[in-house]
């Protein structure tokens, strides 16, 4: 295994059970990869993601993997609300936790008469976009014949037709912009759905309509979180690893794949070893596997490529659809208590769109050229009532974050404009955290440039979930490779980022090794 991240552990897991002697080589110096933690004065905050959604995947690997359930390892709780919605001219949407009916009433009560039923029929049509395309794109290999994943699966409102708003002007597919626009109607439930995208570096200019069943996903399945946050099941699942004698080796860079007759063979580490393997799994970004390779490329005519390079915009094509974005994220040591009444979760929205996705995505959506940051952007703000983050209960821990540009449009190295930056992230949560600077003992910011370096993703990108539409823009290269025996799994790889996506690479992976390249997927 390259790399000890989500994806390459979940696929670990599954092997050693299978009889396979595993060893896993991770350049950094803890386990994974995106999944981090950051620890001060007693105070504790997640680097990466904060909630988990769709935990069966986690559930089902566990349960797969040894005697003790995923809860018996972590303590899962539903965060309820799931979200509150904080809006520029003051509207406060509190969202439940996975209730269709509760939603449509707040929907109702926020912005008036309609917007519930209107949501819901969205939802509707994300469910059969959800059913289309759930079992190729998330229960099985990429398959070789995948341009037939490029058709959005997203239907057309009955009552409008076929032919009419689900096409853009030009004859192009509907975005999930458009979707927003025409289908919801008032600008806050549009920045509502689409804010689902941004949270998973995705522009909603540019993702398909079939993105929708994001916001889907969150609300038929739940809004979870993990005592110890998400550290605390990447930290599970290594326990498991080991427990099933993986062996990891950290501060061991692989600086190349090894090729005997035709097929993968092993790695040479940058201290000049070689460890001998019957497979190799990356579990790193596909765009730096040729340099692996001795500037072979490991796709086959025809296969899904990796994403353009972020820092330029260059390599459109499939595969250059999504997660060219990074995060900004503002840790917060607060003192006083923590009220009871406090959301696990606060979006504060931008008060102006355009700003905001201009400068996270170019004004073309195309990632091309040096961006400008939003006076205003849409910020997340999480405040978990968890004993764990805090010294003791009268101080908070809180997390700030944004989708921004990756390291390359924007010099994140550059200490005064990050903190500039960061200021703006603070102004914002000032709307769902009165007296916020009052209470601030001290902030650390941490931008794509340190994405960059803790898990090498070019630019500090975060990886987008795979989908479906967009003439396949927004799938990611297959588990399976040009060269035997070499797999990919973690979230640049299919299914695509994301903690449920990653777990899933990892079982694909572990199904293709263990029964061989005709494996189909899960029955």
Not at 6 to 28: C, D, I, K, N, T
Not at 289 to 295: H, K
Not at 418 to 440: C, F, K, S
Not at 447 to 475: E, K, S
Request: aromatic share 6%; with cysteine; charged share 25%.
């Amino acid at each position: 295994m390259i790399g000890a991240g989500m994806g390459a552990m979940a696929a670990a897991a599954r092997l050693a059970v299978a009889g396979h002697q595993v060893a896993v080589y991770e350049r950094g110096r803890t386990h994974g990869g995106g999944v981090g933690r950051f620890e001060r004065g007693g105070f504790a905050f997640d680097t990466g993601p904060g909630l988990l959604h769709l935990p069966a995947v986690y559930r089902d690997l566990f349960v797969k993997t040894g005697k003790e359930t995923l809860e018996q390892c972590v303590e899962l709780t539903q965060v309820d609300p799931a979200s509150r919605h904080l809006f520029a001219d003051g509207t406060d949407v509190p969202l439940p936790n996975a209730s269709r009916a509760g939603v449509v009433r707040a929907l109702d009560d926020a912005f008036g008469a309609g917007a519930g039923e209107r949501w819901s029929d969205l939802v509707n049509r994300a469910r059969e976009a959800w059913d289309a395309t759930r079992r190729p794109l998330l229960e099985e290999p990429l398959r070789a014949d995948w341009r037939a994943l490029g058709r959005d699966p997203y239907p057309a409102p009955a009552r409008r037709g076929i032919s009419g708003w689900l096409r853009r002007d030009g004859g192009r597919p509907a975005t999930l912009a458009d979707v927003a626009r025409r289908e919801l109607r008032d600008p806050r439930a549009a920045a509502l759905l689409e804010s689902h995208a941004l949270a998973h570096s995705l522009d909603p200019r540019t993702a398909p309509a079939g993105a929708a069943v994001l916001p889907y996903l969150e609300q038929t399945f739940g809004t979870w979180y993990a005592r110890g946050g998400m550290r605390a099941l990447a930290d599970a699942l290594y326990e498991r690893c080991r427990a099933r004698k993986v062996r990891f080796s950290f501060g061991a860079e692989v600086v190349g794949i090894l090729e005997k007759d035709g097929r993968a063979a092993g790695v040479e580490l940058a201290d000049g070893s070689v460890a001998e393997a019957d497979a190799v799994v990356a579990g790193v970004a596909p765009a730096l596997l040729p340099a692996l390779l001795g500037g072979a490329e490991p796709w086959r005519d025809g296969d899904v490529r990796p994403a353009g390079d972020p820092a330029t915009g260059a390599g459109a094509g499939a595969g250059a659809g999504g997660g060219a974005a990074g995060r900004l994220t503002v840790f917060l040591a607060l003192r006083g208590a923590r009220p009871r009444d406090a959301a696990h979760r606060t979006v504060v929205h931008t008060p102006d769109r355009e700003a905001e996705l201009a400068a996270a995505f170019g004004e073309a959506g195309d990632g091309r050229g040096t961006r400008e940051p939003c006076p205003r952007p849409t910020v997340t703000v999480l405040r978990p009532d968890d004993p764990t983050t805090r010294p003791d209960e009268d101080h908070e821990a809180v997390t700030l974050t944004a989708t921004v540009a990756p390291h390359g449009p924007v010099d994140w190295i550059d200490g005064p404009a990050a903190e500039q930056d960061a200021e703006r992230l603070v102004a914002a949560a000032e709307a769902a955290i009165p007296g916020l600077r009052d209470r601030l003992l001290w902030r650390e910011v941490r931008t794509p440039a340190d994405t960059a370096a803790d898990t090498a993703a070019p630019g500090g990108a975060v990886p987008g979930p795979a989908l479906a539409g967009a003439d396949g823009r927004f799938l990611r290269p297959a588990n399976l490779t040009r060269l035997p025996g070499l797999y990919l799994a973690g979230g640049w790889a299919h299914p695509g980022g994301g903690l449920a996506h990653a777990g899933m690479s990892g079982a694909m992976v572990a199904g293709l090794i263990v029964d061989g390249a005709d494996w189909r997927g899960s029955q």
